[in-house]
């Protein structure tokens, strides 16, 4: 459409994830901790007790995968320096383990990422993650879901962002689920307005529409995803507000963790390739494909203004 893009992708850090149970029972009745991810312990149900040294080889992926980006963009494999600049690949994660991120935090910035959001399992306004993400120089993003209320996220803003000539500071990345936008994220927009507040806005249409299947896989449909960010848009134009951007889980793999209306059509096509030991993700082409089909309606919805 014509417009510049900033590339920051979910990458180099991700190694901790949210549970809303930390522990979980085994068929045997058994008791153990969930799985928090490799930096806290191992997806095998016998490996379960969380290892602090676990953190150092978190480290040492996260930077070789910084590494191998800085490779591949750098000018010496073919990219020249007028367009190093525009082929720029930003890193960040949700700061979900603090004693990792607090290491990595040097003079009032995050190391470890350009940008790190807080979830929806972190966004407390009085809870330990606000309080650290509080004082970052860094872009901080928030996830915002459907039962967030105008007066939450007003109030959030408050403490992220006391300062409401930070334009930019902060990035709401809402993650309503498809059917749920007009009537949440409405009121929450125009609140923030009201507010003075001036955060980048941008939709996560991924983790709203996360379903389970009847054999239990927890899969995505590709065609809710495009529905909510369509729903999104034209929220954020009802009320003269800008979508600044899209916030995708997916993968440069050919993985069969999300459904779509081309390749994978029920949970059996779903196993033949299902890789992820945490939430669906989008494969290489399924992303291509959203991005392009959302691309278009935000096109036709400009030639119809």
Not at 101 to 123: C, F, K, M, P, Q
Not at 144 to 155: D, K, L, N, Q
Request: glycine fraction near 8%; proline fraction near 5%; aromatic fraction near 6%.
């Amino acid at each position: 459409l014509g417009k510049p893009v900033i590339a920051l992708g979910r990458i180099a850090g991700q190694y901790a994830k949210p549970r809303s149970n930390p522990f979980e029972t085994l068929a045997s009745g058994e008791v153990i901790h969930a799985f928090r991810g490799h930096n806290v312990n191992s997806e095998d149900p016998t490996d379960r007790r969380p290892d602090p040294n676990r953190l150092l080889l978190g480290y040492f992926y996260a930077a070789a995968s910084q590494n191998t980006i800085r490779h591949i963009l750098a000018p010496s494999v073919g990219v020249t320096s007028k367009s190093s600049s525009a082929a720029t690949l930003y890193s960040s994660h949700e700061a979900l383990h603090l004693p990792y991120e607090a290491s990595l935090t040097r003079d009032h910035y995050n190391l470890s990422a350009t940008t790190i959001w807080l979830g929806e399992r972190t966004r407390q306004r009085d809870g330990a993650h606000v309080e650290y993400a509080r004082g970052l120089r860094n872009p901080v993003g928030v996830k915002i879901g459907p039962t967030a209320t105008p007066a939450e996220v007003v109030a959030l803003l408050n403490v992220l962002a006391p300062d409401q000539m930070q334009h930019g500071k902060i990035t709401i990345i809402t993650r309503m689920g498809h059917g749920k936008v007009v009537t949440v994220l409405a009121p929450i927009i125009r609140a923030v307005q009201l507010s003075g507040h001036v955060p980048i806005w941008m939709c996560d249409p991924c983790h709203g529409n996360t379903i389970v299947t009847q054999s239990g896989i927890k899969t995505r449909r590709a065609r809710d995803m495009l529905l909510e960010l369509q729903e999104t848009y034209l929220a954020h134009r009802s009320l003269g507000s800008h979508l600044g951007g899209i916030h995708l889980e997916q993968t440069g793999e050919d993985v069969t963790e999300c459904l779509d209306n081309d390749h994978l059509g029920d949970e059996d096509d779903l196993k033949s390739c299902y890789k992820s030991l945490c939430d669906p993700r989008l494969s290489r082409d399924q992303a291509l494909t959203l991005v392009t089909d959302f691309a278009k309606f935000v096109e036709k919805q400009g030639t119809l203004a």
